[in-house]
């Protein structure tokens, strides 16, 4: 100690050097500790005196590729008694969703966007397998929702399987929402705003399968990136307010709701929760979010 105060009084542009090389170190520490958090579906989260947790971003799809879980996920899986969902996929719930979709006022869709968009919507939404009897009973938002998810074959899709396996094996599962909370972010549109929505997915209907065999690319790459920037784009058209709004509420307000949700389970260790691929990345993304919660995040695949 007595010889570095000597060099400090001999030269105190040593004193300089020092301090800035502790400082250049101590910003350099976080960069290297910070994985890239654009790439990659499974991540494990840790902390001290709790036991490693998995974060597993999903996609809706029933692609045969997508349902066949990769080793590293099937094993993360495995260790865990407990699975986590964004929500419970039972039979209540499908039930609820059901009929939230519905107008229970005696109104017609047709009555509300018009006969014209009526007309679009029902030769549109005819390959979803909806017939028009029923789209007359359905909400805007309904109708939009129904005509900007793939077209179903098996009904199977990634979520729902993760579901119906860990059933399977027994182990407990929990939602951290509920089909109210998740159907709210559409409830809470106006009707004005829901035909709105209607009408941006008519519009943009046959440019519709081709995003979709773009996201599940990206998706398959594990591009998280890709997948940001491939939704982002799609909301360029129609009403930017509305969509600006409409992704705050679907993505960033949920995501809190979710990372703040997760603390229960994660003190508890050995959880695999899988949330939707597009809640991952991103400065209010669930990834940074627990990170500054205090898990260090790590990229598994």
């Not at 989260?45 to 999903?58: R, V």
């Not at 008694?81 to 964004?86: I, P, Q, W």
């Not at 009408?199 to 997948?227: C, I, M, P, T």
């Amino acid at each position: 100690m007595m010889q570095y105060l000597a060099v400090v009084k001999a030269d105190g542009r040593v004193l300089v050097a020092c301090v800035l090389a502790v400082v250049f170190l101590q910003l350099l520490t976080p960069l290297r500790a910070s994985e890239d958090k654009n790439h990659g579906l499974l991540w494990e989260l840790s902390k001290p005196g709790i036991e490693p947790a998995y974060l597993f971003g999903t996609i809706h799809s029933e692609d045969p590729e997508v349902l066949q879980l990769p080793q590293a996920v099937q094993q993360a899986l495995d260790r865990c008694n407990t699975v986590v969902l964004e929500m419970l996929l039972d039979a209540e719930a499908m039930m609820y969703s059901s009929t939230a979709m519905l107008m229970m006022d005696g109104r017609m869709l047709s009555d509300i966007i018009g006969k014209p968009l009526f007309r679009q919507t029902a030769l549109a939404i005819r390959s979803r397998g909806i017939q028009e009897l029923v789209l007359e009973r359905m909400k805007p938002w309904a109708a939009a929702v129904v005509l900007s998810m793939p077209a179903s074959e098996t009904g199977l899709v990634l979520d729902m399987m993760l579901y119906q396996n860990a059933l399977d094996q027994g182990k407990s599962v929990h939602g951290l929402e509920t089909v109210e909370e998740q159907l709210n972010v559409f409830e809470a549109l106006s009707e004005k705003d829901q035909v709105l929505l209607l009408q941006d997915a008519v519009e943009n209907f046959s440019a519709l399968d081709a995003l979709h065999a773009e996201l599940l690319h990206a998706y398959k790459q594990r591009d998280l990136a890709g997948l940001v920037a491939l939704s982002e784009a799609s909301m360029q058209t129609g009403d930017q307010q509305l969509a600006d709004e409409f992704q705050q509420h679907l993505v960033v307000d949920r995501n809190h709701r979710m990372s703040d949700r997760m603390q229960v389970y994660l003190r508890q260790g050995r959880v695999f929760i899988a949330v939707g691929a597009l809640h991952l990345p991103g400065e209010e993304g669930l990834l940074n979010l627990l990170e500054q919660q205090g898990f260090t995040v790590r990229r598994l695949y």
